[in-house]
């Protein structure tokens, strides 16, 4: 009877063993889950934060790239204006030059043109 005694209480003891074992484990895999849940949670806030200072930066070269654009069409067209006022005043001048050029002809005969 003593040894069926000390083989039952063997028997309650592992399984007590067995039940701690367990628990630690359950605790063990909520520890795992609780630090996943909040590392997930820690970068999506990172991740956020990150978006909002590129959001930001871009929105700033974005309007720097609104204002080069307006200004390089300020420069354009007043190059434009500046290369038609300088056509209408050179107009005349560059006909007069090329009328005079195609009507004032010199015969001459060509260098290998032979005199018989």
Known sequence: M???RGVSDLLAAEKKAQEIIEEARKR?????K???????????QF?????????????QQMGNRTQMTEESNKETQTQIAALKSQYDTNKQDLLQRIITLV???????????RLE
Not at 28 to 32: A, E, T, V
Not at 106 to 112: A, D, L, M, S, V
């Open 2 to 4: 003593l040894q069926s």
């Open 28 to 32: 063990k895999n909520k520890r795992i």
């Open 34 to 44: 609780d630090a996943q849940n909040e590392a997930k949670h820690e970068i999506e």
């Open 47 to 59: 991740k956020g934060e990150r978006e909002r200072r590129y959001k930001g930066l871009e929105q």
């Open 103 to 113: 009507c004032d002809i010199k015969p001459e005969t060509h260098i290998n043109a």
